[in-house]
């Protein structure tokens, strides 16, 4: 079992910037990659972001050049550095850990982050 609990999230004018913290326990040896996706109203949750615990990092095109992901030397800690925040990226923001050689998916509670513009 692994529990995910994310923070960071808020409201934000367009152009601004915002960090997601996302913190795992329970059976983080079993951790294959961390990362984040979203959802916004009326929208199915889409990728954003995710680092494997080789260090391998990838994002959605649609973030690349303003997010950036990150994490704690533990590897227990992901981080969303978020920058050039546009209203489009208003939505809930999910940590996820897929776990174990089933690569069975483990997600946060969400953090809701809203663009004005």
């Known amino acids: 079992q692994v529990q995910l609990v994310e923070s960071g999230g808020g409201l934000v004018q367009a152009g601004g910037s915002l960090r997601l913290s996302c913190a795992a326990s329970?059976?983080?040896?079993?951790?294959?990659?961390m990362g984040w996706y979203r959802q916004a109203p009326g929208k199915s949750r889409e990728f954003v972001a995710a680092i494997t615990s080789g260090g391998r990092i990838n994002y959605a095109d649609s973030v690349k050049g303003r997010f950036t992901i990150s994490r704690d030397n533990a590897k227990t800690t992901v981080y969303l550095q978020m920058n050039s925040l546009k209203p489009e990226d208003t939505a809930v923001y999910y940590c996820?850990?897929?776990?174990?050689?089933?690569?069975?998916?483990?997600w946060g509670q969400g953090t809701q982050v809203t663009v004005s513009s």
């Open positions: 996820n850990a897929p776990v174990g050689s089933r690569y069975i998916d483990y």
């Open positions: 329970g059976s983080i040896f079993s951790i294959n990659a």
